[in-house]
């Protein structure tokens, strides 16, 4: 019996992670479609368990699959919590979780209904929208009687995206409403940064995208930088996500190489690498994009440390099983579906390529590592983009390779400058070149195009890409032939 359960283990520990995530997010998409009782996806559950201990080889196989494939959609029905009723007001108490921004003659901002009478909403997400003198703080909170107000219809997307990230609604607040405002009790670790670098740095646009990419902090970025950035295709250097997590991982790898002279030198580097990356994420608010990316970045930590060949794709699946297994719903949020996508193409078709394209100098490797990254991504993006935005752009893959590289110094040196404050006029001057190269993309008659393909058109252009994707890399390897001499 002990040598089935060892032979059972490490059946199932050499099974890919990608191949664990597949089933699992089937299962997710299932649930999602299809309303199935509770009794019968448990009734499943306990038989595929029951096939995975008793059977062998590729029932066995089966049986594990189709057991992840329940899990999954176990773990999203038990997340619905019933309909909302709507346009009645409810006593709140709700809790500010991110600072309000500046919108045309408006302000909004994230909340959690922190208590309620009606028990089933607490814990729920909704939206402030406020005037234009309405200024909200993370941690702030507000005690009022009002209405939730449902996602307007016509704006469907807009709907299903917020629901899937938990919003189930919006309240509105101006100088008619009645609330009491209670402000945040203590200083967080984002307020003190984003105040150190305001400190450091002149109002500007500069400095409103300095703060965007090192703390998160985008209130102060106005709306004409805003729709310029989302016009070239650079939209996503605004909120911090895998590309700055990626910069500050290599800055402190850097930065503790002196560790690996100190006996466990590696083990502790690796240690102090991961509190600090996730030291970086609390500064810049805990936002989701930024802690998918730390925990992607902590798993390949800990590879690098055990020097054990690691398979990337695995670490990313692995990322994604971790943050889905704790909430099923990030699987319909589109910032999700496009990290995961982006760093997908990165892993499978960038560093590949990269390989082959590699030279013996140091900087023509860093510009073609950057363009590729940048071809890819935004290459691999692109139907999906399509889809919820309605809108290309093709400047955006020309000028990745230079806002890329200005991206790494504003973040670099943004963070340094929270112990070096000096060091932010060097971030500023980087920003001010990346909000040019920007304005001056977004400026270009055909830089970006309207286009809307339909759900099947996305998904077809991803089955085929995948189908490719899976032949390239499972073509069989050719072996090199020695040399006959004489």
């Not at 970086?280 to 802690?291: D, K, Q």
Request: net charge positive; with cysteine.
């Amino acid at each position: 019996m002990g040598a089935f359960r060892e032979n059972l283990t490490t059946r199932i520990a050499k099974i890919p992670m990608a191949m664990v995530v597949i089933p699992f997010v089937t299962g997710i998409f299932f649930a999602d479609m299809v309303a199935v009782p509770i009794w019968l996806l448990l009734l499943c559950s306990i038989i595929s368990l029951l096939g995975v201990i008793t059977l062998t080889k590729w029932w066995q196989n089966g049986a594990l699959f189709a057991l992840i494939f329940t899990v999954g959609a176990l773990l999203h029905t038990f997340s619905y919590r019933g309909e909302v009723e709507y346009n009645r007001p409810f006593e709140m108490l709700l809790k500010v979780n991110t600072t309000s921004v500046a919108r045309k003659g408006y302000t909004s901002a994230n909340a959690e209904i922190e208590a309620c009478e009606v028990a089933a909403l607490s814990g729920r997400k909704v939206v402030i929208w406020g005037d234009s003198i309405t200024r909200l703080c993370a941690g702030d909170r507000l005690h009022l009687t009002t209405p939730i107000r449902p996602f307007r219809a016509e704006r469907k997307q807009y709907a299903e995206l917020m629901h899937h990230r938990g919003f189930v609604g919006s309240v509105s607040i101006n100088h008619r409403t009645t609330y009491e405002y209670i402000p945040a009790e203590r200083l967080t670790l984002h307020d003190w940064a984003v105040t150190r670098l305001q400190s450091a740095m002149n109002e500007s646009d500069a400095r409103a995208v300095v703060l965007a990419m090192t703390t998160g902090e985008r209130g102060e970025i106005s709306d004409s930088l805003r729709q310029s950035y989302a016009a070239s295709g650079a939209s996503h250097l605004l909120a911090v996500s895998g590309l700055h997590i990626g910069i500050a991982f290599m800055l402190i790898n850097l930065l503790l190489i002196p560790l690996v002279l100190v006996r466990y030198g590696n083990l502790l580097r690796s240690l102090l690498a991961i509190a600090l990356i996730w030291l970086y994420v609390w500064l810049c608010g805990m936002s989701p994009s930024a802690v998918r990316a730390a925990i992607m970045f902590s798993l390949l930590q800990i590879s690098l440390s055990s020097l054990r060949e690691y398979v990337s794709i695995n670490i990313l699946a692995g990322a994604a099983f971790v943050m889905l297994a704790f909430d099923t719903h990030q699987l319909f949020d589109i910032s999700f579906q496009l990290s995961f996508v982006a760093v997908a193409a990165i892993v499978l078709w960038a560093m590949p390529i990269y390989r082959l394209c590699a030279t013996r100098f140091k900087v023509a490797n860093s510009l073609i590592a950057l363009m590729l990254v940048g071809i890819t991504s935004t290459l691999a993006t692109m139907p999906l983009v399509a889809n919820t935005f309605t809108t290309v752009s093709i400047v955006g893959i020309v000028i990745n390779i230079v806002v890329i590289a200005l991206a790494n110094i504003i973040v670099f040196c943004g963070v340094l400058a929270l112990v070096i404050p000096p060091l932010a006029v060097v971030a500023e001057y980087a920003a001010m070149a990346q909000n040019h190269v920007v304005m001056w993309a977004a400026s270009l008659p055909f830089g970006h195009f309207d286009v809307y393909i339909p759900d099947w058109a996305m998904w077809n252009a991803y089955l085929i890409l995948g189908g490719i994707t899976l032949l390239i890399w499972l073509r069989p390897k050719r072996k090199k032939v020695p040399k006959i001499e004489g």
